[in-house]
């Protein structure tokens, strides 16, 4: 009974210690994390080796995963790019098994652990920020440590009673046939996916795993057997947390499940030839670190063989999984809500796009008449609600003051397009006579003050289609789209600046009769439109650019 409590009890520090200890890496990681991933994920090669890094750094795959969902549905990464993350994410997780083999299971440090316990707590209790965090993380990582030592001590007991014959002999352990020896290797398999799929955590079962091969509880042979049913065990909390969740959730999901399964055949075809190998070093190498090794080939080897064939990985999945959301229904899926990040840069690039397509419309309005900019500024105001409700159910407030000052300069650009179409909600679309030289005038500032809205909203939503080049995430401007966002400026104030003048020219024209008072009230009213419509354009612009704030002309 003494050796189940202990084992038991083990195993419950082990992973409290783990999710105290990632709670606190990630949020000293903070931000940083997603600006990380999305930088990093340039190419999936490159994902895949951020995303081992990362997920080593934060020790959780878990974390990394749903960073990638919200940074896919948000458009900053594709589909492929994001696969690459979660399969660098399957390596570095294997970090942990190492920290067991080679520390955990062969000092009993349970008298280092306690102070260790006390100094975080106090750190977490009386710090703040990130003085916190990191008294969380150093709590953790030695609750990790004083189960480790309690999980030996109980398999110390359990191997008083169980020893590795009482288990299946599997493939590759001498005198196994192949068909006793294939059973075997299953019968364990299928024992390894139960404790995963029980504990929810294969980290923990490997360590309890690695710790029952130190107490003789298990042979190798049986221990990489359990490791390959604990890798496909963890896809099992993959596959629960997607039910319900966006079409991009489902469809990593699917690609984590169908990357544990293609991972494992290869590991059952490569077992006999593996556990030859591991024989063979065993009498250079210990055990536990022969098991450590073998977790991480294990998924190395898995991505080395799907890394190549990401594209094609990709389409089968998407086949298999098709998509009936709108581009909008995905950018704006609740998941992107966890990071303030991702949901500013999401809702920035929506409101681009918005910006581009309504100053395109209007500015065809001007020169042709062919438009209609108010159709265009319904479809945008509807886009526009869904966005509000969108940043009202945000989860957390940005971290830091520049995270802060975006997400400011986010809700200003959402407010001038929001009054912009407003304006165009107003009635007919303004149009002046082009022999009137004052209203020709505004006429061409207005859509001198489109055309360069228009290019800035274009120049952000090109952004994510250059991700594969540049960091998805960031706002930054170069010298041409500034001198654009000065074009736009400059019309928008020339056009304030006229509207005063054609005001007083327009009114002294109706006493000479040269213009009854209807149509000179007309012509007013229509350049006051025209202006407000130049002013939430540039402004909207500006702020889309991080620049709104600037009191002068924009340098």
């Not at 046939?177 to 079962?205: C, D, K, R």
Request: overall charge neutral; proline content about 4%.
């Amino acid at each position: 009974m003494s050796t189940a409590v202990a084992i038991l009890g083990g195993v419950g520090l082990f992973l409290l210690g783990m999710a105290v200890m990632t709670d606190g890496l990630k949020t000293m990681a903070g931000s940083a994390l997603r600006i990380a991933l999305g930088t990093a994920a340039a190419t999936p090669l490159s994902g895949a080796f951020w995303g081992a890094i990362v997920t080593l750094l934060v020790q959780s795959s878990s974390a990394v995963t749903m960073t990638t969902i919200g940074l896919v549905n948000a458009g900053l990464l594709t589909f492929p790019q994001g696969l690459g993350l979660v399969f660098g994410a399957n390596v570095g997780t294997t970090g942990t098994g190492w920290l067991v083999a080679l520390i955990g299971v062969r000092v009993s440090l349970s008298t280092y652990a306690l102070p260790m316990i006390f100094i975080g707590a106090l750190a977490k209790l009386l710090g703040g920020g990130r003085i916190a965090a990191a008294g969380s993380a150093l709590a953790g990582f030695a609750l990790v440590l004083y189960g480790l030592t309690t999980l030996q001590q109980g398999m110390g007991g359990l191997a008083e009673s169980l020893h590795p014959s009482d288990l299946p002999a599997v493939l590759g352990a001498p005198g196994v046939g192949w068909v006793a020896g294939f059973v075997g290797l299953m019968a364990l398999i299928v024992i390894g996916l139960a404790m995963t799929a029980v504990m929810q955590s294969s980290t923990a079962a490997i360590a309890v795993t690695i710790s029952a091969f130190y107490a003789g509880a298990v042979g190798l042979e049986q221990g990489a057997a359990l490791i390959i049913g604990q890798n496909i065990g963890t896809a099992t909390s993959s596959a629960l947390a997607a039910i319900g969740a966006s079409t991009t959730a489902k469809r990593l999901a699917l690609a984590y499940i169908l990357f544990k399964i293609i991972a494992a055949l290869i590991a059952i075809i490569a077992f006999p030839f593996t556990a030859a190998l591991m024989n063979g070093f065993s009498a250079s190498v210990d055990g536990m670190t022969l098991l450590a090794a073998y977790h991480t080939a294990y998924n190395v080897v898995g991505v080395a063989v799907l890394l190549p064939a990401t594209q094609w990985f990709t389409s089968v999945v998407e086949r298999l999984l098709p998509s009936k959301q709108t581009g909008l229904q995905r950018a704006l899926d609740p998941s992107a809500l966890a990071s303030p990040v991702i949901a500013v840069e999401t809702v920035r690039r929506i409101l681009a796009d918005i910006l581009e397509k309504i100053a395109a419309s209007i500015s065809a309005a001007l020169s042709s008449g062919r438009a209609d900019p108010a159709a265009q500024g319904a479809a945008a105001a509807v886009t526009l609600g869904e966005v509000r409700d969108f940043l009202s159910e945000l989860k957390e407030p940005p971290e830091t003051e520049a995270e802060r000052l975006r997400m400011t300069s986010m809700l200003h650009a959402l407010d001038h397009a929001s009054r912009l179409v407003e304006v165009l909600a107003e009635g007919e679309f303004p149009r002046l006579p082009t022999e009137a030289p004052l209203d020709r005038r505004a006429a061409e500032l207005c859509a001198g003050a489109m055309r360069a809205a228009q290019a800035v909203g274009r120049s952000i939503a090109a952004e994510s289609a250059l991700s594969a080049q540049a960091a998805p995430i960031g706002w930054n401007v170069s010298s041409e789209i500034v001198a654009t966002l000065c074009d736009a400026e400059g019309a928008a104030r020339e056009l304030s600046d006229l509207k005063r003048d054609h005001r007083a020219t327009t009114l002294a024209s109706v006493a000479p009769r040269k213009l009854v008072a209807a149509d000179a009230f007309a012509r007013i009213d229509a350049v006051r439109r025209l202006d407000r419509i130049a002013h939430h354009a540039w402004r909207s612009a500006a702020h889309l650019l991080g620049r709104g704030e600037q009191p002068g002309p924009v340098e």
